[in-house]
């Protein structure tokens, strides 16, 4: 048999609900043994999307390759796709044991009883829920659930898991320590993970590659670096929220704003004309005059410490905000005063311009 | 959406096909058929499927049917105000100013405590009540408030209204406390914060949001008591004639002819009750 | 304020109220106590005695009171309510299964289900007897046609008991299953069914009681006596103290009945956390 190189492939899949278009015209194909990450803002189609692959919703067109084998008409149990809920979605009146187990006892053509036995307590030991498989799963943790979400699935060895969310019930301490663990046990098991989320670091921090959905189509898929440093359209550049992006027109080598002419160097090709400029790309001058090189008036608003830098809010004409990122190790904290208006400036080589 | 939507509706169709079968099989044709046989001719002990309106002819040709009617209604009308009257307080009590759920649950399990005692032995519980040596009679006469027993209160349509009312009230109380009990008690609150008195509060607030029950209480307590048969042969001593003894008695004597002219209107004034109170709420929604 | 003194008034209106449900039968209980044979079904209770009670076990010396017509009226009671509580709690989660997609006619079939509620028990009875006697030309019995009117009257009950539970059921569960390769139907039994069980239970208690206690269905659909017939045969004639025993009796019955349902409730609910609490004391 010979493999492909995709783990699933998606053939132009389009979904409509009435007259809102969640998945239109999409082909993707998402390698063995990689971690993606899928992004985009809610209610812009990501859930659909995985409950698509999943089987839970039938596409109105469109074909679903999972291993190599056309799934599209095969139910959610056929297609030996795992998938984590975001909340969890555990069996409440089965114990922490029994729902690992699950799967292995209930599926076909069911284990031995030894043999769900050695599995469950290996995977036990994989996620580390050692000691807690006689509980109630009512009875633990947070972040304890996620694991036995994760061992349930990860014991009928899918070669792909959809991951819908699944750090999103969590506190925010715990979210950044399941996030290696996720990382570490993918890497192990050596499985496809497709991971579903609203946050850009997230997706940044996990994603082997990085897929950005915007509006039921996929705006990008690429590395993070790529994506990070090079959005393939406006809303990419949005939805990292890590750029400024003004409105206007190109006219030749400048960008016509409200805000005024700014400059730029290099220009993405794009159906929606925008100008983006990083946070941290941003300087904030005192004096007011235009000068030389892109810049816009504004006028502080508040500022926000966030440890390793401080991020400065500014608002431009007509309530425009601007957001301005200051790295500590670029030097200590500058003060703004409220009253007084600034020039906001940048190198006209930081912009990205789409047009 | 738990299946994938395009085998969605046949698996649904699957699953409620034996209950839609059930239903057409054994109610609505049925209904169907004695709405047919009331047009039926109807012979000494036979009917035959000669179609004829003698029967309804004779309905609405004899003052005794048309007496017992008009006496259907009438107590109707009355049952259904008196449980509304005697319920709803008892449901504005276990449904708004009991604060502490588990009282409020003990106070509906204690109404709903009768029903496991069979409806019969319930209406038959009355007579020994309401007798001339009946318990009320005792009680009135030993606190010196009548000289002489009250006759009036057993086998007269008094006791048949006092019987279902007792046994119907709680079909009022459940829905209305219910649709209380949802009420968010900050509304309240906040009307009175403004200076609302109860009685203003209770009209543009309380009423208002107890409405749905109060009319799938009033739907449950008129279809049962339009059918009402046994309370009326027990409590009234064959004084009191419902359009659901004729059937009984037409039935008795092979009158299917006549007895289903009596269904069809029976059904006929359920219809209209029915629909003109789902006018009010959307019973589905409100499920 | 005004509650302040409503208050009150409300929680000595409803103690009145339960008075008022619960005074007929408190009388009745009396009553069942009255000497017999010659005691009549009214006060002043001649002597106390528990003789009603034995008449209806046949306990008693032969007397101008015949026994209650109960022994076999029972048996067909219970064996229909059985039956009864076993279709339509079956039909009542099929039909509410289907009600968690939405479907084409679904309001319709809504409302031809509640109808076999809203429908008063003579018509069904009287539509069921026309039906088996003119078109079919069958006789009617207990089994048969008394059985079939008794579903279309508590299959509704059960399937808006199942409608209510399955709403709040949260469908990511039974994803969870068929993504772990459990297959719908095994999910369904695995799953939502020990999920969803008290409501079961609950369509099971609703559907037997009503059965049991139907007459005006069986009445005309019915040949045979059931319980509540025999009682309402009673009516036509003379009435004795021992009716109201038997309605004490009777009571009893239902409230031991109601005490397996709820233990079987307090079970299925603890069953889960059962072993949890183990593991935290150990």
């Known amino acids: ?355 | ?287 | 304020m005004e509650s302040r003194i409503l208050k009150p008034i409300l929680a000595v209106y409803v103690a009145l109220f339960i008075l008022f449900l619960y005074g007929p039968f408190v009388v009745l209980t009396i009553l069942s106590f009255q000497q017999g044979p010659e005691g009549g079904p009214q006060f002043p209770i001649v002597e106390w005695s528990t003789y009603w009670y034995r008449h209806i076990f046949g306990l008693t010396e032969a007397s101008r009171v015949a026994p209650l017509p109960i022994g076999t009226s029972m048996v067909r009671s219970l064996t229909l309510a059985f039956m009864t509580m076993v279709t339509s709690t079956v039909l009542g989660v099929m039909s509410a299964q289907a009600f968690r997609n939405k479907f084409k006619g679904s309001d319709f079939v809504f409302y031809l289900i509640v109808l076999g509620m809203i429908t008063p028990g003579l018509l069904t009875g009287l539509g069921v007897a026309l039906v088996s006697r003119n078109i079919f030309n069958v006789d009617r019995h207990w089994w048969s046609t008394a059985f079939v009117s008794h579903v279309v009257y508590t299959f509704p009950f059960a399937f808006l008991v199942m409608l209510a539970i399955l709403n709040r059921f949260d469908a990511s569960v039974e994803e969870a299953s068929w993504s772990l390769g459990v297959s719908p139907i095994r999910t369904f039994r695995k799953v939502t069914f020990p999920l969803v069980f008290p409501g079961v239970l609950s369509s099971m208690l609703f559907a037997f009681t009503l059965s049991y206690d139907e007459f005006s269905r069986t009445l005309l659909s019915s040949n045979e006596q059931t319980l509540p017939l025999a009682i309402y045969g009673t009516f036509a004639v003379e009435i004795h103290p021992n009716l109201f025993a038997f309605g004490v009796l009777t009571t009893l019955f239902s409230f031991s009945l109601l005490a397996v349902y709820a233990i079987l409730m307090a079970l299925s609910v603890r069953r889960a956390k059962k072993v949890a609490i183990q593991e935290e004391i150990a």
């Open chain 2, 1 to 287: 959406m738990a299946v994938p939507a395009k085998t969605s509706s046949s698996t649904a169709w699957l699953l409620i096909a034996p209950g839609v079968l059930w239903m057409t099989l054994f109610l609505v044709i049925p209904i169907a058929m004695i709405v047919y046989v009331s047009f039926w001719t109807q012979t000494t002990f036979k009917i035959e499927p000669t179609l004829t309106l003698a029967s309804w002819q004779q309905f609405f040709g004899s003052d005794t049917y048309l007496t017992s009617l008009w006496t259907t209604v009438r107590i109707w009308l009355i049952v259904l105000a008196a449980t509304l009257v005697i319920g709803y307080p008892t449901a504005l009590y276990v449904g708004l100013f009991v604060k502490s759920k588990t009282l409020s649950t003990i106070l509906l399990v204690v109404c709903v405590i009768p029903f496991w005692t069979s409806f019969l032995i319930r209406v038959l519980a009355w007579r020994p009540m309401l007798g001339k040596e009946g318990a009320i009679n005792i009680v009135l006469q030993y606190f010196g408030i009548v000289d002489h027993p009250i006759e009036a209160l057993l086998f007269t349509e008094l006791s048949v209204i006092i019987g279902m009312t007792q046994i119907y009230c709680v079909f009022m109380v459940g829905p209305i406390a219910f649709m209380l009990g949802r009420i968010d008690p900050n509304i309240i609150e906040a009307s009175r914060d403004l200076g609302a008195g109860f009685w203003r509060i209770f009209r543009k607030i309380i009423f208002p949001l107890s409405l749905p029950g109060v009319v799938v209480g009033a739907i449950f307590v008129s279809v049962m008591v339009l059918g009402e048969f046994a309370t009326a042969s027990a409590l009234s001593g064959r004084k009191v004639n419902l359009l659901g003894n004729i059937i009984v008695t037409q039935v008795g004597s092979l009158k299917w002819a006549l007895a289903s002219v009596v269904g069809v209107i029976l059904t006929i004034i359920m219809g209209i009750v029915v629909s003109l109170f789902l006018r009010v709420v959307d019973l589905r929604r409100e499920l």
């Open chain 1, 1 to 355: 048999m010979t493999a492909a190189a995709h783990i699933f492939r998606l053939d132009s899949v389009s979904k409509r609900y009435g007259e809102t278009v969640a998945l239109d015209n999409i082909n993707l194909s998402v390698d063995r043994n990689e971690y993606v990450s899928l992004l985009g803002p809610s209610g812009f189609g990501k859930t659909v999307l995985l409950r698509t692959i999943a089987g839970f919703e039938a596409p109105d067109e469109g074909r679903i390759e999972v291993n190599g084998v056309d799934v599209s008409s095969l139910p959610a149990h056929k297609r030996g796709i795992g998938f984590v809920f975001q909340n969890f979605a555990l069996f409440p009146h089965l114990t922490v044991a029994d729902n690992i187990g699950f799967g292995l006892a209930n599926r076909d053509v069911p284990a031995g009883k030894d043999e769900i036995a050695t599995r469950v307590n290996d995977i036990i030991k994989l996620v580390g829920l050692e000691g807690l498989a006689a509980r109630g799963v009512g009875q633990i943790s947070g972040g304890q659930k996620q694991r036995v979400a994760l061992a349930r699935t990860l014991i009928t060895e899918p070669k792909l898991i959809l991951l819908d969310e699944p750090l999103g019930a969590l506190d925010a301490n715990l979210r950044g320590r399941m996030r290696n663990e996720l990382r570490a046990i993918r890497e192990r098991l050596g499985v496809t993970f497709l991971h579903v989320t609203g946050s850009e670091t997230e997706a940044l921090a996990m994603g082997d590659r990085i897929i950005v959905l915007d509006h039921g189509h996929i705006a990008q898929f690429d590395i993070p670096d790529t994506v990070y440093s090079a959005p393939a359209t406006p809303n990419v550049a949005k939805f990292l929220n890590r750029y400024n992006v003004f409105d206007g027109s190109v006219s030749g080598t400048s960008f016509k704003t409200e805000y005024g002419d700014l400059a730029f160097t290099q220009k993405t090709k794009s159906d929606r004309p925008a100008y983006a400029v990083r946070y941290d790309r941003v300087a904030v001058d005192a004096d007011e005059s235009a000068g030389k090189g892109p810049s816009v008036p504004a006028s502080f608003v508040a500022s926000e410490y966030l440890g390793s830098s401080i991020m400065y809010f500014f608002e431009a004409m007509g309530g425009k905000v601007i957001e301005v990122e200051h790295h500590l190790s670029n030097g200590a904290p500058k003060t703004f005063d409220t009253e007084k208006s600034y020039r906001l400036r940048w190198k006209p080589e930081d912009a990205i311009v789409f047009g």
